[in-house]
């Protein structure tokens, strides 16, 4: 399973972004769990939103009503919207996804910043 995120760039504090990752050597809806993850400098990585089998979505506190997380079968992929975001959520964003194993993408990079 290989995971491909992108979509990562500037934008302003109150914008809006969209984050996508991609899937291959295994379909979005197979696996238990696809989730959205950030690495802010000099902390840890956190859950953003994760989203199981049957589609239901868990978002971290600090999202919610802000972030919201789907997917796209179609294009086996899974979308990160991203709207009135804050200097705060400026970070690596990573994909990881979940069956027998644990899968990662290799991140892309939010900046919110005016």
């Known amino acids: 399973v290989q995971l491909q995120a992108s979509g990562g760039g500037l934008v302003q504090p109150g914008g809006s972004l969209r984050l996508s990752c991609a899937a291959s050597g295994g379909s979005i809806f197979s696996f238990n769990a696809v989730g959205w993850y950030r690495q802010a400098p000099g902390k840890q990585r956190e859950l953003v939103a994760v989203?199981?089998?049957?589609?239901?979505?868990t978002y971290a506190d600090s999202v919610k009503g802000r972030f919201t997380m789907s997917r796209d079968n179609a294009k086996n992929t899974v979308l990160l919207q991203m709207n009135s975001p804050k200097p705060e959520d400026t970070a690596v964003y990573y994909c990881?996804?979940?069956?027998?194993?644990?899968?990662w993408g290799q991140g892309t990079l939010v900046t919110v910043s005016s």
């Open positions: 989203m199981g089998r049957s589609g239901s979505v």
């Open positions: 990881n996804a979940e069956l027998y194993s644990t899968w």
